[in-house]
């Protein structure tokens, strides 16, 4: 059993930055890659970044790249997401997750059913 709990959520304001942080609090996932997901209300959770369980492949989505950096401490058994030039469409639930398997097709860290365990999120939110 895995346990994945996410910190560092928070109220922001636009162009402002933000790390949040998810931890094996019980279990490990230092050699699984790891992917973080969002939703906003009313919306379907959405892909936003991936790292392989090295930390030598990364993977973001459109709407991130160059804004946003992930990177894991396996020591620490924590992987990160920080967050800048934030935006109010940023707002949202983060969420991450410990994927089944690898690939170096960056399409497959997009499909949430190749994720086992999640962590229950922690809230962004990107004021105007």
């Known amino acids: 059993q895995v346990q994945l709990v996410e910190s560092g959520g928070g109220l922001v304001q636009a162009g402002g930055s933000l790390r949040v942080s998810c931890k094996a609090s019980v279990g490990t996932f230092s050699t699984y890659d790891v992917g973080w997901f969002r939703q906003a209300p009313g919306k379907e959770r959405e892909f936003v970044a991936a790292?392989?369980?090295?930390?030598?492949?990364?993977y973001y989505a459109d709407s991130v790249k160059g804004r946003f950096y992930i990177s894991r401490d396996n020591a620490k058994n924590t992987v990160y997401l920080q967050m800048s030039s934030l935006k109010p469409e940023d707002t949202a639930v983060y969420s991450c997750a410990r994927a089944r398997g690898t690939a170096y097709s960056g399409s497959y860290y997009y499909q949430e059913d190749e994720y086992d365990y999640w962590g229950q999120g922690t809230q962004v939110t990107v004021s105007s």
């Open positions: 790292i392989s369980w090295r930390g030598g492949r990364t």
